[in-house]
């Protein structure tokens, strides 16, 4: 019995030609990479340090806060909600963890425990109001906006508190060894390998097609090689930067529930069709309220990110921060009516928009031009991605 | 003398051909019924006629009273007095009837707008077409029923001459679908001319004076009404004869599975009005039965309450297998072994951005996942098993729905609520606008089901597939079950006057 199914699936699913298996590649991911090079290629030549290691090195510190705050609003997003307020919790709960730091003294762990659970009480609170009070996001996120950053103000009395733990000010500006380095290439290549072999051996267990061989190893290679060079590049400065780990080993969370849980499904289901969703016994309520829960926990370990690399708090930090997360999105390609969006496509983004500011501002180009080309680029990006896909149909 | 000639029309997409040299002859005041199934070329071919698609991009020839002309886009249409009145209304909400009806028309002195003039001559067209309404009210306090009217007034302050009406019955209750046909049947007296497209044969006897046949993107035959049968057209449609519509299978109801009792449901708006008021009923094991009645009588919402999703107030009792149940949401339904496939799938029943795949496994994700982390080959395999058990037509698992025709989505549909394996599956208008080829189909999966022991329900407005398919029918009027009729005694006669109130 077992066997005639599967029999029946090998000649039920049609053979499929080599431009299909490569189009079921995110092939966005891969022209946004593309782009990505193509903007490093530009400032690299207009500039020479640029593409230097201690450059890039830089860069990806400063864009790990944006790529942190977007892992969260890309599911809100998906969900067909949005988050104004992460920019104020990053500016709130960074101020409570210089509070506890500086004025009560705790210990680095209690820090950031303490942090972390604001940043949930907040992003809880905001989410009950959208889920169960049925206030639209738009509106609850934009008065948490305003409010948050007022309460910050009122805690911290309106001045900038600097922080001494040394501990807490590694998480943000501290670099892992260059051994470190090399045995976490050499483990991300081995999970990628063994990952695409387990894959491939339940596939054909189940009787369903696998991509050819070489395209598989092809792909591994590509992988491994930006792994590689990734390291390199970091050791050959001061090895990778902390941060950086924050975002990786979020973005394999957040990836991992997106794509592999129930819950990740239950909200592309919710912002492709509520209703649809409801009717199918999908609990949009809990669902929402915990996709607050995350972008408010995510704001908070932003907050720790930003504070430790500053080491302080100010009453300006994170201003903005909502837009640039959002934007981030955008340009990785979620779909702002919902139901549509990927991680990796918002980190893509948020690198695209780091990698702008962090080139104009090398070039010494005037902050108002870094505005404008920054805006022109985030509606640029979202009409190509329009008029590609009214070209699809 | 013709109103309308289309001649030798052929239109291809990449790929496909749409339309294979189609001849269409419309007489004047004639009201002519398109029919075939869907994907069969009515859209395309309207689309030809009313401009969408500009001249050139087809080729043939459209003569309207002997003339050629050659439509840009459906502007020029328009002028030649042609308006189409699509299956969803294209009414703007919030404004009047009367801003709807002159829409882009609106009668302007040096740019500004004569209110009075607009107003008055909108209530002159409401008359035409026997709205009372005052053109001032907002559409959407209008009823489905009504704004069509409103549609069928803004086409014709527009000079129409030849009026197109894609399914306009599909989303009206039976005495709206009274009224339209009663305005028809003016407006063939004034001399308008009328394409009218539907699935609906007596619809189609009642109005039409001739009926063409369209499948596969060819023109099979024009017809006159007097000489041709309801069978026949169908038979046209779907190119074989079709020796039964429903099939019959034997069928041995068992024990009671589902038993309903007192049971009322209030308004979610209007806590003071009740939509089911102390129903009692029950569902045996193996059996069909069937819901009759008027759209708005409380079908539905007997369907949706006792699915857990339906937000109003409830009273009574719900007996599953002799156990008392409550169920208070969806998730609970489910686990009661209830399905409820929704009417109007694309907004009840589908996530349109979402593939085949997914859609399927909705509702059933637990059966594919452990600790919340989904099993994506399980998923493959189990969506894979129910394309090919209800014969969905689609190019890969990875499909979006929203690409499907309307069978395979409801198919879709249906598949995730098998794949939950209900033992007592509600359907809400299970084969509303999809092809008679599918619909076949799904009644054989309905007989199927009913072998296996799954008990169903059928609510559905259309007549023939109630006494086809049911082994015992309930008429639903204002919310109450006032009939309970068994296959052998009943017929539509005694349905139709049961659901409309009389015989009481």
């Not at chain 1, 990836?255 to 999908?282: D, K, M, P, Q, V």
């Not at chain 2, 009806?101 to 107003?119: C, N, R």
């Not at chain 2, 003016?186 to 007596?202: A, N």
């Not at chain 2, 799954?454 to 023939?464: G, N």
């Amino acid at each position: 019995m077992e066997l005639k199914v599967t029999a029946q699936q090998k000649t039920n699913v049609k053979k499929k030609s080599l431009k299909d298996i490569i189009g079921k590649i995110d092939v966005r991911a891969y022209t946004m990479i593309g782009a990505i090079v193509a903007i490093w290629l530009f400032f690299g030549i207009l500039n020479d340090t640029f593409l230097t290691a201690r450059n890039l090195s830089n860069l990806f510190t400063q864009m790990s806060v944006t790529s942190i705050l977007a892992i969260g609003m890309v599911l809100v997003i998906v969900a067909g909600h949005i988050d104004l307020s992460v920019g104020s919790i990053v500016g709130l709960t960074g101020g409570i963890a210089a509070i506890f730091s500086n004025w009560m003294g705790m210990p680095t762990i209690v820090v950031i425990v303490v942090t972390l659970v604001a940043g949930a009480i907040v992003g809880l609170l905001q989410g009950w109001l959208v889920a169960y009070q049925a206030i639209p996001a738009f509106i609850v996120t934009l008065g948490g906006m305003m409010a948050f950053r007022g309460i910050l103000m009122g805690i911290t009395k309106s001045t900038t508190i600097p922080i001494f733990d040394a501990n807490f000010i590694a998480l943000g500006s501290a670099y892992f060894t260059n051994m470190f380095g090399i045995v976490l290439a050499i483990l991300a290549v081995v999970i990628l390998v063994i990952l695409t072999i387990r894959k491939r051996k339940t596939r054909l267990n189940y009787g369903f097609e696998v991509m050819p061989l070489s395209l598989e190893i092809m792909k591994i290679l590509f992988l491994s090689s930006l792994i590689v060079l990734f390291v390199i590049t970091m050791n050959s400065y001061k090895g990778i930067p902390f941060p950086i780990i924050f975002v990786i080993g979020l973005a394999v969370i957040f990836s991992f529930i997106a794509n592999n849980t129930t819950f990740g499904r239950h909200i592309y289901a919710i912002g492709g069709n509520s209703e649809a969703a409801r009717l199918s016994g999908i609990n949009i309520k809990s669902r929402t309220m915990m996709l607050f829960v995350f972008s408010g926990l995510l704001s908070a370990v932003a907050a720790i990110v930003l504070t430790a690399r500053l080491s302080s708090a100010t009453i300006s930090a994170g201003q903005m921060y909502e837009l640039d997360a959002i934007a981030a999105c955008v340009i990785g390609g979620t779909s702002l009516m919902g139901g549509s969006g990927t991680i990796i496509g918002a980190i893509i983004g948020a690198m695209v928009m780091t990698s702008l500011d962090n080139g104009m501002s090398l070039m010494g180009l005037d902050t108002y031009w870094q505005y404008i080309v920054k805006g022109s680029i985030l509606v640029l990006a979202v009409w190509i991605d329009i008029a590609s896909r009214k070209k699809n149909k | 003398m013709y109103s309308l000639e289309m001649d030798q029309i052929t239109k291809e997409f990449p790929g496909v051909k749409a339309l294979d040299r189609v001849t269409f002859k419309v007489k004047k005041g004639e009201i002519h019924a398109l029919c075939g199934e869907n994907g069969a070329g009515k859209s395309t071919l309207m689309k030809v006629l009313s401009g969408l698609y500009p001249t050139g991009t087809y080729s043939g020839e459209i003569r309207i009273n002997g003339t050629p002309v050659h439509f840009r886009n459906i502007k020029d249409a328009e002028k030649a007095g042609i308006a189409i009145i699509h299956q969803e209304l294209a009414l703007v909400k919030d404004l009047t009837v009367g801003e709807n009806i002159f829409l882009g028309a609106e009668p302007k002195k040096y740019g500004v707008i004569q209110w009075d003039q607009l107003f008055y001559e909108s209530s002159e067209w409401l008359n035409a077409v026997g709205l009372n309404v005052a053109p001032q009210t907002k559409i959407y306090s209008l009823g489905i029923g009504q704004q069509q009217l409103v549609e069928i007034a803004k086409a014709l302050s527009k000079n129409t001459k030849i009026l197109i009406l894609d399914e306009p019955t599909a989303a009206l209750t039976e005495s709206e679908v009274e009224i339209l046909m009663g305005i028809l049947e003016e407006l063939r007296k004034k001399g308008v001319t009328c394409i009218y497209i539907s699935h609906k044969m007596p619809e189609v006897f009642r109005l039409a004076d001739s009926i063409t046949v369209l499948r596969d993107g060819k023109s099979i035959a024009t017809l006159s009404k007097d000489e041709t049968s309801e069978d026949e057209i169908i038979s046209l449609m779907v190119g074989r004869e079709l020796t039964e519509r429903y099939p019959q299978a034997e069928r041995t109801p068992k024990e009671t599975i589902l038993e309903v009792k007192n049971y009322s449901v209030w308004h979610p708006d209007m806590p003071k009005m009740k939509v089911n008021d102390n129903i009692s009923f029950s569902l045996r094991k193996g059996e069909i039965l069937g819901i009759a009645g008027l759209m708005g009588s409380g079908r539905s919402e007997l369907a949706t309450s006792l699915f857990g999703a339906y937000e109003g107030k409830r009273e009574g009792e719900v007996w599953i297998e002799g156990k008392k149940v409550h169920i208070r949401n969806v998730q609970d339904a489910i686990n009661e072994g209830i399905a409820l496939v929704t009417e109007d799938r694309k907004r009840f029943g589908l996530v349109l951005s979402m593939d085949v795949k997914t859609n399927t496994t909705l509702a059933s994700l637990k059966k594919i996942s452990k600790w919340g982390v989904m099993n994506h080959n399980e998923e493959m395999k189990s969506s894979q098993q129910f394309v090919q058990k209800l014969k969905t037509k689609t190019a890969s698992l990875e499909t979006k729905v929203g690409a499907l025709s309307g069978g395979n989505q409801q198919k879709v549909v249906i598949a995730k609520w098998l794949m939950s394996k209900p033992k007592i599956l509600i359907l809400d208008e299970p084969t509303r606008g999809i092809d008679v080829g599918a619909k076949y189909e799904i009644y054989q999966l309905m007989n199927q089901l009913v072998n296996e022991g799954v008990a169903i329900i059928m609510i559905s407005s259309e007549l023939p597939e109630i006494l086809g398919m049911s082994d015992r029918i309930l008429v639903m009027n204002e919310g109450r079950f006032v009939k309970e009729l068994t296959k052998e005694e009943a017929t539509q006669e005694k349905i139709m006057s049961a659901a409309t109130g009389g015989g009481k």
